[in-house]
């Protein structure tokens, strides 16, 4: 019947020691599901981090190639000779650098932000620690 109580087992200590080694087993059990699942959160944030850093940094790597391309041309800018004159306008070496300077605030920005979101949590399971910590020594305290 389903509302049977159980009774200790005839055997007396090795019963209740079988019982004591069940709910150890249960309880190691349970702690590690509760790791794992802590561990896929923490994955999901570590991914989503990795993620903004990754377009960060892709952002101030292209700003930084558009600065590179600047300085060419204002080497090429500087290196007119004294009787040319340039276009009328900005020059194409400052529309780089403005263009430039955009992308690598952008981007630094951005990569900060990825900096921060990692630094916001710890991938290791830290409650699953603590609880397993806690159990060891309620264990240890029971004797």
């Known amino acids: 019947m389903a509302n049977e109580v159980q009774t200790p087992q005839q055997d007396g200590m ?3 020691m079988r019982g004591i080694i069940n709910d150890i087993g249960d309880l190691i059990r349970h702690e590690l599901k509760f790791a794992r699942t802590e561990m896929k959160a923490d994955l999901r944030k570590t991914r989503d981090a990795a993620a ?6 892709g952002t ?3 700003g930084a190639i558009l600065l590179a391309l600047m300085l060419v041309n204002l080497l090429h ?3 007119l000779p004294a009787g040319e004159t340039a276009p009328p306008g900005l020059p194409m ?3 780089y650098g403005i263009v430039s300077a955009v992308f690598l605030v952008i981007g630094s920005a951005v990569a900060y932000m990825g900096c921060t979101m990692f630094k916001s949590f710890n991938p290791l399971p830290n409650q699953t620690a603590q609880t397993v910590k806690e159990n060891v020594q309620w264990i240890a305290n029971s004797k």
């Open 14 to 16: 090795t019963g209740l």
């Open 52 to 57: 903004v850093l990754a377009l960060g940094v």
């Open 60 to 62: 101030a790597l292209l």
């Open 77 to 79: 800018y500087v290196s």
């Open 93 to 95: 070496w400052a529309c």
